[in-house]
């Protein structure tokens, strides 16, 4: 007697035929955690490229007057999205931490979008929910992780050139590589990306076929680095100005190695990098050594993306100038997320296939399951608790509360800050247009005006 074949369950097919459902889930978690984790706004770079947006969307004359070439200034792919959240919804601690809720959002899109198969695509929306930096790193303003959303949609985007209409995805690559660049200066690590899909494409299917594929793309870039550098000379005076403001402000940052000890160079250019990078992604940099030889040919542009993001950042310089390394930040190493997590997805679902015919399969997808759990899951949700736990918003409350007396009298109300931070801080919580019967002074400035006071009165 034949027997019925075991149907799969109701949840199984969901899963697989409508894996979408899982990236909608994790979209709204992820929302969920942003919220949770708010903080103060640190008056850090976060503040400055919040007064460079502000000054952007209702004073602009103002921001190019100067001609800054300072890097707060330049990045106008980070300060111009900000400036028009500000012109439509104000300034607040969410409305500027926003760009980085979008940021999470794209990236969790765009992991779901890279891998062809839908387990993969499960896979790749499971990395990224329990990668760390991903959410812990991006609650809040900073140019690292919009500029990774932009370069790992333009690997996506050069990813499809193979398909119908091949030529328009990779000029899709191109504008949004211009668009990282215009976030950061890091774009500039899926180079290599570029260089080997091209060789790749020349082995493959000849030259003809790849000036077809890339030649609009070429001619749309040119266009665009040449309207940017003349966009450079019009309102900086130089079509460089973006390198040369880099190569002035990076060896005056505290992090800066220039004329530290050798000790400090070596630990920097050694083992440093590998603790901060295994501090952040885990187990999955043991999936990303291992996927030159588990990762099919056409998925391999992004080993290429993950490899050069840690290399460049590794072994590169902060300016051209001289050689800076960049500092032992997390968030330096943003750009190599979407590739981290690509790749461990796209290596997790080539070890399943492979074991799939072993005897005692099952007990080897057990055991996987169970190393993910204690090496990636575990150690998120203990990060995840104590970054909530440690999100202070005292000072949000607090200048509430000024703000609704200062609107109920128009007496003059002096604010004396005793600390640095609070001055920046005021113009930020005030929207950065203070009310003028609001005095904000230093403790010193204070201390100042009462001597004049009392000798004047003597």
Same mark, same amino acid.
């Given at each position: 007697?034949?027997? !019925?074949?075991?149907? &799969?369950?109701?949840?199984?097919?969901?899963?697989? $035929?409508?894996?979408?459902?899982?990236?909608?889930?994790?979209?709204?978690?992820?929302?969920?955690?942003?919220?949770?984790?708010?903080?103060?706004?640190?008056?850090?770079?976060?503040?400055?490229?919040?007064?460079?947006?502000?000054?952007?969307?209702?004073? !602009?004359?103002?921001?190019?007057?100067? $001609?800054?070439?300072?890097?707060?200034?330049?990045?106008?792919?980070?300060?111009?999205?900000?400036?028009?959240?500000?012109?439509?919804?104000?300034?607040?601690?969410?409305?500027?931490?926003?760009?980085?809720?979008?940021?999470?959002?794209?990236?969790?899109?765009?992991?779901? %979008?890279?891998?062809?198969?839908?387990?993969?695509?499960?896979?790749?929306?499971?990395?990224?929910?329990?990668?760390?930096?991903?959410?812990?790193?991006?609650?809040?303003?900073?140019?690292?992780? &919009?500029?990774?959303?932009?370069?790992?949609?333009?690997?996506?985007?050069?990813?499809?050139?193979?398909?119908?209409?091949?030529?328009?995805?990779?000029?899709?690559?191109?504008?949004?590589?211009?668009?990282?660049?215009?976030?950061?200066?890091?774009?500039?690590?899926?180079?290599?990306?570029?260089?080997?899909?091209?060789?790749?494409?020349?082995?493959? $299917?000849?030259?003809?076929?790849?000036?077809?594929?890339?030649?609009?793309?070429?001619?749309?870039?040119?266009?665009?680095?040449?309207?940017?550098?003349?966009?450079?000379?019009?309102?900086?005076?130089?079509?460089?100005?973006?390198?040369?403001?880099?190569?002035?402000?990076? !060896?005056?940052?505290?992090?800066?190695?220039?004329?530290?000890?050798?000790?400090?160079?070596?630990?920097?250019?050694?083992?440093?990098?590998?603790?901060?990078?295994?501090?952040?992604?885990?187990?999955?940099?043991?999936?990303?050594?291992?996927?030159?030889?588990?990762? %099919?040919?056409?998925?391999?542009?992004?080993?290429?993306?993950?490899?050069?993001?840690?290399?460049?950042?590794?072994?590169?310089?902060?300016?051209?100038?001289?050689?800076?390394?960049?500092?032992?930040?997390?968030?330096?190493?943003?750009?190599?997320?979407?590739?981290?997590?690509?790749?461990?997805?796209?290596?997790?679902?080539?070890?399943?296939?492979?074991?799939?015919?072993?005897?005692?399969?099952?007990?080897?997808?057990?055991?996987?399951?169970?190393?993910?759990?204690?090496?990636?899951?575990?150690?998120?949700?203990?990060?995840?608790?104590?970054?909530?736990?440690?999100?202070?918003?005292?000072?949000?409350?607090?200048?509430?509360?000024?703000?609704?007396?200062?609107?109920?009298?128009?007496?003059?109300?002096?604010?004396?800050?005793?600390?640095?931070?609070?001055?920046?801080?005021?113009?930020?919580?005030?929207?950065?247009?203070? !009310?003028?019967?609001?005095?904000?002074?230093?403790?010193?400035?204070?201390?100042?005006?009462?001597?004049?006071?009392?000798?004047?009165?003597?």
């Amino acid at each position: 007697m034949r027997l !019925p074949l075991r149907q &799969p369950s109701i949840m199984r097919l969901r899963l697989f $035929h409508r894996p979408w459902l899982v990236l909608v889930v994790a979209m709204i978690v992820h929302t969920a955690l942003f919220v949770a984790m708010q903080r103060d706004l640190p008056v850090t770079d976060p503040m400055w490229y919040a007064g460079k947006a502000y000054q952007l969307a209702f004073h !602009p004359s103002q921001l190019f007057a100067a $001609h800054d070439n300072y890097p707060f200034v330049m990045r106008l792919g980070l300060t111009g999205p900000l400036a028009l959240i500000y012109r439509l919804f104000g300034v607040s601690t969410f409305t500027t931490n926003l760009p980085a809720l979008l940021a999470g959002l794209a990236i969790l899109a765009l992991a779901y %979008a890279a891998p062809h198969a839908p387990r993969a695509k499960l896979l790749a929306v499971g990395f990224a929910m329990v990668c760390t930096p991903l959410i812990v790193d991006g609650r809040e303003l900073t140019p690292d992780l &919009p500029c990774a959303a932009a370069m790992a949609a333009s690997i996506v985007c050069l990813s499809r050139r193979d398909r119908l209409r091949g030529a328009w995805w990779v000029v899709a690559a191109v504008l949004a590589w211009f668009a990282a660049f215009q976030i950061k200066e890091v774009a500039v690590w899926c180079t290599p990306v570029w260089l080997y899909a091209a060789l790749v494409d020349l082995r493959a $299917h000849g030259g003809r076929w790849v000036v077809q594929r890339f030649g609009p793309a070429i001619a749309v870039g040119a266009v665009l680095a040449a309207g940017y550098l003349v966009f450079c000379a019009a309102l900086w005076g130089d079509p460089l100005a973006r390198l040369h403001g880099i190569d002035d402000a990076a !060896p005056t940052h505290e992090w800066s190695l220039a004329g530290r000890p050798a000790a400090e160079w070596l630990a920097r250019l050694t083992w440093e990098p590998p603790m901060k990078l295994f501090r952040m992604y885990r187990v999955a940099l043991a999936l990303v050594v291992a996927s030159p030889w588990l990762v %099919a040919r056409r998925d391999r542009p992004w080993i290429v993306a993950a490899a050069a993001c840690i290399a460049f950042y590794w072994f590169g310089s902060s300016t051209a100038g001289s050689y800076l390394p960049l500092p032992i930040w997390r968030r330096m190493l943003l750009p190599a997320l979407p590739a981290v997590v690509v790749v461990s997805a796209l290596v997790s679902d080539a070890v399943i296939d492979r074991i799939r015919g072993w005897r005692g399969a099952r007990w080897w997808a057990a055991a996987g399951a169970a190393a993910f759990a204690v090496g990636l899951v575990v150690p998120h949700i203990h990060a995840v608790a104590r970054t909530i736990a440690e999100s202070d918003q005292s000072e949000r409350a607090a200048y509430a509360a000024l703000r609704a007396e200062v609107a109920s009298t128009r007496e003059p109300i002096v604010l004396v800050c005793g600390e640095p931070r609070c001055l920046p801080a005021t113009g930020f919580y005030f929207g950065f247009e203070p !009310p003028a019967h609001l005095i904000v002074v230093d403790a010193s400035q204070f201390a100042a005006m009462q001597l004049r006071r009392m000798h004047g009165s003597g």
